[in-house]
């Protein structure tokens, strides 16, 4: 059939779509599936030591042993998923225990929430022996506080004296930075100066090299200067102190209502993002800070507040398809129990079960508040004392095994009928969906919770679960 338009005119046409989905892969080069830490675990530099993960390792291994020592308890206080059905009676715990440690995959199908307890704990208890931190934040800043310029300068120099120690020893955490001071007026100079003073003499310690995965954390942002100031100083030291160009990484704090919405009405998020000049890699939101600038009292400030939700949604779809992770905040009860032993005392029989209650409410609460965040596609969050450690990673664990058998299912169906719709049980899925399922598999994988095997249980190959892409996959099927 002959075209009406001309040749020139359909070249001019495509030439335009072509320049425009250029800069549009530019500004969104796509996720990123690269390892994210599950956590970031702050602590004050005053208190950095090079073994600090293995410490906070096994303190957190003595609070699991101290008020859950088995998977039955642990489930029934986080309130696993059918964990009201765990068994109270001794003689069918010790018959279910013996099961499931003799065949755990025929447990799995008659009792699926024992199972599902049984291996979060267990899997839980390995994590905190071999890699209890994921990601460490040296803090001078919240957790750290105002101290003498000579006191924050002895520290910002031990710091790096112990990070070098932990690269010398492979002691560190696989991601490791460190939190400044906010570039206020009030801040700015002592921000500046710590962060000159720790990557110096890390510098002189290691020869310009850096620990693996590092970065500078910038909190309280609330302007693009502050984001493109951080970024021109952290290029000049790299070129004074020998660290490879463009090495020096930094995250951005979002922990204000202007860092959301500014004066113009303008999205802030993306405009902070671009001022650091690429040196970004991710940004976090800071929920108590946040909902204090919204004028939210202390009695109403929580993890799960609307005004939190709306603020993680903009910061959600400002970033995807970026390249820049987003991480969650802190929850700030903390499971430590009021009553501590005097040396050579012992807690009496009420006081442990006082202390059990807070402990147990807490790590509730944590639970609740992880699971919040990874329901809003969240998958990094804060941990602040070493007793939030376990409930980390059981949420985590439970996030993505209690949705396995269901996702490998409906993947399963979809990859057997390649671009067809399909229909498994009640739930009708499209592209758009085996993209998303696709997705949870690659984000599970990538934090641990589910193995190769388990992917490939799904009838995926790995070339196709490398490709990263549903419809890819889809066409390449379509094909043969």
């Not at 709306?310 to 969650?328: K, M, P, Y």
Request: charged letters at 20%; aromatic letters at 8%.
């Amino acid at each position: 059939m002959k075209l009406t338009l001309t040749r020139d005119e359909m070249n001019s046409y495509c030439s335009e779509l072509h320049d425009s989905n250029a800069v549009f892969k530019s500004d969104y080069p796509a996720d990123s599936f690269e390892r994210q830490p599950v956590h970031t675990v702050y602590g004050g530099a005053n208190l950095f030591k090079a073994g600090f993960a293995s410490k906070l390792g096994e303190v957190a291994l003595k609070t699991l042993d101290t008020y859950a020592p088995n998977y039955l308890v642990f489930g029934r206080v986080l309130g696993l998923p059918g964990s009201e059905t765990l068994p109270t009676n001794p003689v069918y715990q010790e018959s279910l225990t013996r099961a499931l440690e003799s065949n755990p995959e025929q447990v799995r199908g008659v009792k699926p929430a024992a199972w599902l307890a049984y291996t979060v704990f267990n899997r839980v208890l390995k994590k905190l022996q071999t890699e209890p931190i994921e990601d460490n934040r040296i803090d001078f800043e919240d957790g750290y506080g105002n101290r003498p310029d000579v006191e924050e300068d002895g520290h910002a120099v031990a710091a790096a004296d112990e990070v070098a120690k932990g690269m010398r020893e492979n002691l560190l955490s696989p991601f490791v930075g460190i939190r400044i001071k906010t570039f206020s007026d009030e801040c700015k100079v002592r921000a500046i100066r710590t962060l000159d003073i720790f990557l110096t003499r890390l510098a002189e310690n290691t020869g310009g090299k850096l620990p693996q995965n590092f970065i500078v954390t910038l909190p309280k942002v609330v302007t693009a200067t502050q984001v493109s100031t951080c970024a021109r100083i952290l290029e000049n030291l790299e070129a004074r102190l020998g660290f490879p160009k463009d090495s020096l990484r930094m995250e951005i704090m979002i922990e204000t209502t202007q860092s959301i919405i500014n004066f113009k009405g303008e999205n802030t998020v993306p405009l902070l993002v671009a001022a650091a000049g690429g040196r970004c890699r991710s940004a976090i939101f800071g929920t108590y800070d946040y909902t204090a600038s919204c004028n939210i009292t202390a009695a109403h400030q929580s993890h799960t507040h609307p005004a939190c939700d709306f603020a993680r949604h903009v910061l959600q779809v400002s970033l995807a398809g970026t390249g820049i992770t987003i991480s969650d905040g802190a929850t700030t009860s903390m499971p430590i129990g009021p009553h501590k032993a005097a040396r050579d005392a012992v807690l009496t029989a009420q006081q442990m079960d006082e202390n059990r209650a807070v402990v147990h409410a807490a790590w509730k609460l944590h639970y609740d508040n992880i699971m919040h965040s990874m329901r809003h596609a969240f998958y990094q969050g804060w941990d602040l004392n070493p007793g939030q450690l376990p409930v980390r990673y059981a949420a985590v664990d439970t996030f993505f095994l209690s949705g396995l058998q269901d996702a490998s299912a409906r993947l399963n169906a979809f990859l057997n009928k390649a671009a067809q719709a399909t229909l498994v049980g009640n739930t009708f899925d499209d592209a758009a969906t085996g993209q998303g399922l696709l997705n949870f598999f690659l984000r599970g994988m990538a934090c641990g919770a589910i193995t190769e095997q388990e992917v490939l249980a799904t009838g995926i190959t790995l070339e196709e679960l490398r490709s990263r892409s549903f419809v890819r996959i889809v066409n390449n099927r379509a094909k043969q």
